[in-house]
C-alpha cells in the first residue's frame, strides 16, 4: 500500500467513547488542533453508550445519599476492592476529581436522576455507601450525549469508519500513526501528542458484553510501540444476556429475586458445585453484593457453575444456560428490577413469562496500558485513558468506577497532552518504519484460495479464550489456549484477503492475538487467585509472593514479564499531586 495522504495536528485522539470525546474536548479547549480517529461513528462507538444494565452509573462521593460519603471513602472502597494492587496515587486523584468531572457535565445539560434538589445516588458493587449517580439503563449514552454536542462548538476534526493499523515512533518518542479511513485510503498522521482511548478488547472473547469495535487495537498498538501494561491477567466476567439479546449485564437487585438457573436438561446443577460451608441462598446473596466474578466473593461459584456446566456440553443452543424468574409475583419483578424489566420489555422480553439464556461474559478489562498521574505512558508523546489504560482498578474495581474514571482521566490525557503539543513545533518521521509497515499490509493482499479461513480462525481464537482463560483458570487449560494462540500467530502472516476493504477483519485478527497472548501469559504468570483472577490450581490469595503488580512488555519481538511493588501513598490528605484544574 501506498500513502494517499498526509495529515498533521496538535493532538491525535483514538478512540470515540466517553474518555476519547472527553480528552478531545479538553484539549480544544486549550486552543489546539485535535483530530479524533473513531472506528464507528461519534456518539456510538466504543463502550459507554453501550453500559446498559439496573445499575448503570457514574460514581462519585457527593454525599447527596449519605452525608457520611466522601472522597476518602471512595478511595478506600476503591483500594479495597483492587485487592492490594491498585496505584494508590491515580485511585486518590480519581477519587477527588470524580465528583468535579461529573458536575461540569450537569452543568453543561447532562441528566441525572433526582430527588428534590439533591441526585439519586445508589449503592453499586463492592461500595460501603450510596454514591452512584444514574439516569437508569441511559447513563453511559447521556455521558456521551453531552460531550457530542460539547464537541460540535469546538476545532475538532473527527475521522469516522477509520482505524489505526500502527503508532509511529521516532526512538521512544511516539509522534502519530498510519490510519486506514473511511474509503480504505492508508493516510499518515504527524501529531505532537497522542492519545489512546480505544477501550478495551472483550472481542477477544467468544461471549462478551462489549460492542463489535472493541477489538482490543490500543492495547496491542500500545504494545507494539513498546508500552509497558499492567494487570492484564485481570478481566471482569459477570452474568450477562446470551438470548435472544446479548450482552446486557444482570447486576445486584435483580439476584434478590432467586432466581431458578438450570441447564439444557432441566437440571438445577448450582449446589453441585459449592463447597459445603455454603449455600445456593449464600452465593445469591454475594451477587447482590457484588455482581461480578470476584474471587473474595461467595457469588463466584454461580459463575463457575455456569462456566462448567457450558463447556462440559450443557449449555443452551446459544450457549448460556437458562435463568427463570417467572416464580415471583409479577408486579414484585417489575419493582425490585425497574430498568431491567423495561428496558427488556421494551425489546419484546418479558421476564415475567418466559425465561432467558444467560452466561458469565466478559464485561471488561482490569488492566491496560499503564500510566502516571498526567495520563503518560513510558514512551514520549503517547497518553491514555479509559478502559484500555491500566494501574487505578488493580484486581477488580466498585461498581460505577468505569464511566467515572473515563472523565477524570480523560480530561487529564487531553490537559496534558494539550500542554505537550503546544511546546513542540513539529515532529519528525521514520520513513523505515512507514515502509515496514505498508510491506507487511501489502503482504496480507491476494489469493485466499488454500489459506486459512479469517472468520474461521478468529472463531478459534475467541472460544478458546472464554473456555480457558475467563472466569475458570487452570495451568493445563492455560496451556491449551496458548497453544492455539501460538498456532494463531504462526497462521497470520498465511492468511490473504482480496481488497484493502478486507484488511481490517486481518488487523482486529492481529490486534486480538496479541491481546490474547498478553492475558493468557499474565494469566499462567499469576500463581495465585485474587480480585477477578481465579486459578483452579491456585485457589488462595498469596500476599507474601504475589501482592506485586505483574508488568508486560515486548521488547524486540520478544514477550517480558516483570514484577514491581504497587504504588503507594502515605497519606490521602497532606500529599499534593500536582493539579490540573485551578
Excluded at 478506600?76 to 485487592?83: H, N, Y
Excluded at 485511585?91 to 430527588?115: H, N, Q, T, W, Y
Excluded at 492481529?510 to 495465585?528: G, L, N, P, W
Amino acid at each position: 500500500m501506498q500513502i494517499s495522504r498526509e495529515l498533521e495536528t496538535d493532538v491525535l485522539v483514538v478512540g470515540g467513547g466517553g474518555a476519547g470525546e472527553r480528552s478531545a474536548y479538553e484539549s480544544a479547549k486549550q486552543g489546539v488542533n485535535v483530530l479524533m480517529v473513531i472506528k464507528g461513528k461519534l456518539g456510538k462507538s466504543g463502550c459507554t453508550t453501550r453500559s446498559v444494565s439496573e445499575l448503570s452509573a457514574y460514581s462519585a462521593a457527593l454525599g447527596h445519599a449519605d452525608p457520611r460519603d466522601n472522597p476518602f471513602r471512595h478511595y478506600l472502597d476503591t483500594i479495597d476492592q483492587g485487592g492490594g494492587l491498585s496505584n494508590q496515587e491515580l485511585v486518590r486523584i480519581f477519587a477527588r476529581e470524580a465528583p468535579s468531572r461529573l458536575l461540569e457535565l450537569v452543568d453543561k445539560g447532562m441528566v441525572l436522576k433526582k430527588s428534590g434538589t439533591r441526585f439519586e445516588q445508589l449503592l453499586a458493587d463492592a461500595s460501603t455507601l450510596p454514591r452512584a449517580c444514574h439516569n437508569g439503563a441511559d447513563t453511559g449514552r447521556e455521558i456521551a450525549r453531552v460531550l457530542q454536542v460539547l464537541l460540535s462548538d469546538m476545532p475538532v476534526t473527527v475521522m469516522e469508519d477509520s482505524m489505526v493499523v500502527s503508532l509511529l515512533k521516532n526512538q521512544d518518542t511516539v509522534v502519530g500513526a498510519l490510519v486506514i479511513n473511511g474509503n480504505n485510503d492508508l493516510l499518515l498522521i504527524k501529531a505532537k501528542s497522542t492519545i489512546l482511548a480505544t477501550g478495551g478488547g472483550g472481542q477477544t472473547y467468544a461471549l462478551n458484553a462489549q460492542p463489535p469495535d472493541l477489538t482490543g487495537d490500543g492495547l496491542a498498538l500500545a504494545l507494539r510501540a513498546g508500552a509497558d501494561l499492567v494487570n492484564m491477567e485481570f478481566i471482569q466476567f459477570g452474568p450477562a444476556l446470551v438470548h435472544p439479546l446479548t450482552g446486557y449485564l444482570l447486576v445486584t437487585r435483580f439476584w434478590t429475586l432467586k432466581p431458578r438457573i438450570y441447564n439444557k436438561d432441566g437440571a438445577e446443577f448450582l449446589n453441585g458445585y459449592l463447597p459445603k460451608q455454603l449455600s445456593g441462598d449464600d452465593v445469591l446473596r454475594g451477587k447482590e453484593f457484588a455482581f461480578p466474578f470476584i474471587v473474595e466473593s461467595p457469588g463466584m461459584y454461580l459463575d463457575v457453575a455456569m462456566h462448567s456446566e457450558i463447556s462440559q456440553g450443557r449449555g443452551t443452543p446459544h450457549g448460556g444456560i437458562y435463568m427463570d424468574i417467572s416464580h415471583n409475583d409479577p408486579d414484585l419483578i417489575a419493582q425490585r428490577v425497574p430498568v431491567t424489566f423495561t428496558w427488556l420489555l421494551d425489546r419484546g422480553i418479558d421476564l415475567r413469562k418466559s425465561p432467558i439464556e444467560i452466561a458469565p461474559v466478559a464485561q471488561c478489562f482490569i488492566g491496560g496500558v499503564k500510566y502516571n498521574q498526567k495520563t503518560e505512558t513510558n514512551l514520549t508523546g503517547l497518553y491514555v485513558c479509559g478502559e484500555v489504560s491500566g494501574g487505578a482498578h488493580g484486581a477488580a474495581r466498585p461498581g460505577g468506577n468505569l464511566l467515572a474514571i473515563s472523565q477524570v482521566f480523560g480530561a487529564r490525557a487531553g490537559n496534558f497532552a494539550a500542554r505537550r503539543a503546544k511546546a513542540l513545533t513539529g515532529v519528525q518521521i521514520d520513513a523505515g518504519q512507514v515502509k515496514d509497515c505498508c510491506q507487511q499490509l501489502d503482504g496480507w493482499i491476494g489469493d485466499s484460495a488454500g489459506r486459512p479461513d479469517l472468520q474461521e480462525q478468529r472463531k478459534t481464537l475467541r472460544e478458546a479464550m472464554w473456555r480457558y482463560v475467563s472466569c475458570v483458570r487452570t495451568q493445563e487449560g492455560l496451556g491449551k489456549a496458548l497453544e492455539v494462540i501460538q498456532n494463531m500467530n504462526n497462521l497470520l502472516p498465511e492468511i490473504r484477503v482480496p481488497d484493502t476493504q478486507n484488511l481490517r477483519q486481518v488487523l482486529e485478527l492481529s490486534f486480538m492475538t496479541d491481546v490474547a497472548t498478553m492475558v493468557a501469559k499474565a494469566a499462567m504468570a499469576r500463581q495465585e487467585s485474587r480480585g477477578t483472577h481465579y486459578r483452579v490450581d491456585y485457589p488462595s490469595r498469596n500476599n507474601h509472593r504475589w501482592l506485586k503488580v505483574l508488568n508486560f512488555r515486548r521488547v524486540e519481538g520478544q514477550d517480558r514479564i516483570f514484577l514491581t511493588d504497587p504504588r503507594r501513598i502515605k497519606d490521602f490528605y497532606t500529599e499534593k499531586e500536582e493539579e490540573i484544574y485551578g
